[in-house]
């Protein structure tokens, strides 16, 4: 059997795997500046911890979860998305009772059976910013300014920031009858799937992506209109908080998200660069989460991104960083003393922290092994041949301007050493 990667889940190395590792360092870094400290969750849950919170009529749970029984006939699911995850860590070591705000972000993947496509994996990787014990609008704001900083710091402004408010729980019931009221004689023009949404959450008939649904959601209620004023004022403020940092944005009242658990604020980055898809990163409050797992709310907002969207718009950019990693010294034995000479040599200054490079080939020519120096990128070669050994020096050959200078064999390891740190 010729044994593959599974559909929809890739295997990630060379220069690709560098630009990413480039790329992670970049959003760790603005992460890190903006106060979130990473938080890593186990790959499998309780199926419950996602059943219970992202909605039993979402697609995550209705068809995209990878469930299974372990030997102990539990059922666990492979983790679809990591919010639900974190609050049920949250509650286990009782974050929430510090008192005060904490801020949190992951970088891990992510599981959903989907149809696979550009930009629409199976596992997939999402960083996430969590902001807990924080209520206020201020703090939506943050979280939104936080994804446009990490995007911008990337070279990318193409998108556009959609803000909604989806009220409260208790507040969005009027909202749902006027849906259906709208709905009601025009159930045969939604896809089947809406049809089932349409009982239990007509919400979410909003949010699907068929081309029919959305002509026929066009003209339907908008939540805006149905806010309490409590809702209606965190909006506003939010609203105000991102027009003092400068942020530009949308409001959109369709960005209902595909999630049960969100409640006010709901945004989206949407970009042309994608292609097929259009959500770059995406996120909201998510009070209401807790209550699901233990009595009391637990006051939060944060968004997810997703790493192998945000690599297409950059590919689509011509952004996508170059890779840093090249050695520092590529080492042209020639002979079999040479090479002896070299081989210990590179291992000893690996281990003092100086990238000296040897291709483990005994035989190459001189012209050769000065190809593949080029191709490493090194800056300097340090040729070594029976002629040198014989009068104890070796040759530091500038790769640039090809000059060349003789270094005593026995002083070698130290001036390569202390070139090295004077050049850091
Ligand atoms: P989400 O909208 O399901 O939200 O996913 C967030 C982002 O993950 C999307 O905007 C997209 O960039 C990426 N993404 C989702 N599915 C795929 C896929 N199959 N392949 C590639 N990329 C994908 C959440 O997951 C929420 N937990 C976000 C959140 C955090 N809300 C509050 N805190």
């Known amino acids: 059997m010729k044994l593959q990667a599974i559909r929809g889940m890739r295997d990630l190395y060379g220069e690709e795997m560098a630009q990413w590792q480039s790329v992670e360092r970049s959003v760790r870094e603005v992460l890190s500046r903006f106060g979130y400290q990473e938080f890593r969750t186990p790959v499998l849950e309780k199926v419950e911890v996602f059943t219970q919170t992202v909605g ?13 029984k372990d030997q102990n006939e539990e059922t666990l699911a492979l983790r679809p998305e ?3 995850a974190f609050v049920r860590a949250v509650i286990e070591h009782q974050l929430h009772k510090v008192g005060r705000p904490l801020r949190f972000y992951y970088y891990l993947p992510m599981f959903r059976y989907e149809r696979p496509q550009k930009g629409r994996l199976r596992q997939f ?4 910013a969590e902001l807990i014990n924080d209520s206020s609008p201020e703090a939506d704001a943050e979280s939104i300014v936080l994804l446009d900083a990490i995007y911008r710091q990337l070279g990318i ?3 556009v920031v959609k803000i909604n408010n989806i009220g409260t729980e208790a507040s969005r019931g ?3 009858d006027a849906l259906k009221d709208f709905f009601k004689d025009k159930l045969s023009e939604l896809c089947p799937q809406c049809q089932k949404r349409f009982e239990r959450a007509p919400m979410r008939i909003l949010d699907c992506k068929n081309e029919a649904c959305q002509e026929v959601a066009k003209d339907a209620p908008v939540i805006l209109d149905y806010l309490d004023p409590e809702s209606r004022a965190h909006h506003e403020r939010v609203q105000h908080c991102l027009k003092m940092a400068g942020l530009s944005f949308e ?5 209902v998200r595909g999630l049960d658990y969100y409640s006010q604020t709901a945004f989206e980055f949407q970009s042309d660069l994608l292609g097929a898809q259009s959500a770059l990163g ?3 409050r998510y009070d209401g989460l807790a209550i699901r797992f233990s009595e009391k709310p637990i006051p939060a907002v944060g968004w997810a991104l997703g790493m192998e969207r945000l690599m297409i718009a950059l590919e689509a950019k011509a952004a996508l960083p170059k890779s840093e990693g090249k050695p520092q010294y590529f080492f042209a034995p020639l002979g079999p003393e040479a090479f002896d000479v070299l081989y210990g040599l590179s291992l000893k200054l690996k281990r003092a922290g100086v990238w000296a490079e040897l291709i483990y080939e005994k035989d190459k020519s001189l012209k050769a092994q000065l190809k593949q120096a080029n191709k490493s990128q090194a800056p300097f070669a340090v040729v070594l041949g029976e002629e040198e050994i014989k009068k104890g020096q070796a040759v530091l050959r500038d790769m640039g301007s090809s000059s060349q200078e003789n270094i005593p064999l026995n002083e070698l390891e130290a001036h390569l050493l202390r070139r090295t740190q004077r050049a850091t």
């Open 56 to 68: 039993e009529d979402s697609d995550i749970v209705e068809k995209q979860m990878y469930v299974f």
């Open 82 to 84: 990591c919010t639900a």
């Open 125 to 128: 990787h999402q960083f996430g």
């Open 157 to 159: 402004s193409e998108y």
């Open 174 to 176: 009027k909202y749902r």
């Open 251 to 255: 409001v959109d009242p369709r960005i």
């Open 282 to 284: 995406a996120g909201g």
